[in-house]
């Protein structure tokens, strides 16, 4: 059984098909980047996902419940592009009232262990760098020890170092045997981390494969030129549908 799965689904809202019948798997394990350009439908997958949008057609599950089930919501996590948390508590006591909605959560000393918030666990997160509110955010997000992390644009707006520093923590998630579905925008990021790539435009996923069958589809040395030629590729055939 898959950890999540969407299966022939379809979102609309009005006229408008933010996804157009797309089918995928993530297994145990595996980190999938989910990537397209804005607007192809990427966090519509992730709102499916969590339970936070219905499917217009076709099957979502997370491990073979209902998304919006307390099943479900019990074993996965969430590091999402917008969040917010009261910065006049200290890290510690985030992840306290965090771990505290779970009925298995990770000890405190391992989730502040896995998130790299070792020695300012006692700050007031009004008071922490932007990397370091970021990993503590990845604290919540994994510390009801989650099978699944979705992450839509975890890294955005971080620095160079930050943002290697929770690739780190994220790598260190996969091989405790978690699962992980990436949305970014860096294609960097998704290179060095993902197992699989899937590429979708305008609701359809165009491509899929590792990332190394990704740039020898085009000939690329690189992530970033790969998705380029194959988006192009994909707005082309369209054009052609269309005439």
Known sequence: MPVAELSGVT????????????????????????????GAGK???????????????????VFGQDPASRKARLRRGALLQVAKVPETLRVREHIELFSSYYEKPL???????????????????????????QRVLFALAICGNPGLLLLDEPTVGLDVESRRALWARIRGF?????????????????DALAH????????????EGTPQE???RTASSGLEDAFLAIVG?????AQEVMQ
């Open 196 to 207: 699989r790539v899937v590429v979708l435009n305008h609701g359809r996923i165009v491509a």
């Open 107 to 133: 000890p405190l000393a391992e989730t502040i262990a896995a998130a790299g918030l070792g020695g300012i666990e006692n700050r007031l997160f009004g008071d922490l760098s932007g990397g370091q509110k």
């Open 11 to 38: 979102k609309r809202y009005g006229e408008v098909a933010a996804l157009g019948g797309i089918s995928l798997a993530l297994e145990r394990g595996e980190l999938v980047a989910l990537l397209g350009p804005n």
């Open 43 to 61: 966090t519509t997958a992730v709102r499916i996902l969590l339970g936070l949008a219905r499917p217009t057609t076709g099957h979502a599950a």
């Open 233 to 237: 590729q994909s707005e082309e055939m």
């Open 174 to 190: 996969v091989a405790r045997g978690g699962s992980v579905l990436l949305t970014t925008h860096h294609l960097e990021e998704a």
């Open 214 to 216: 990704i740039k020898a």
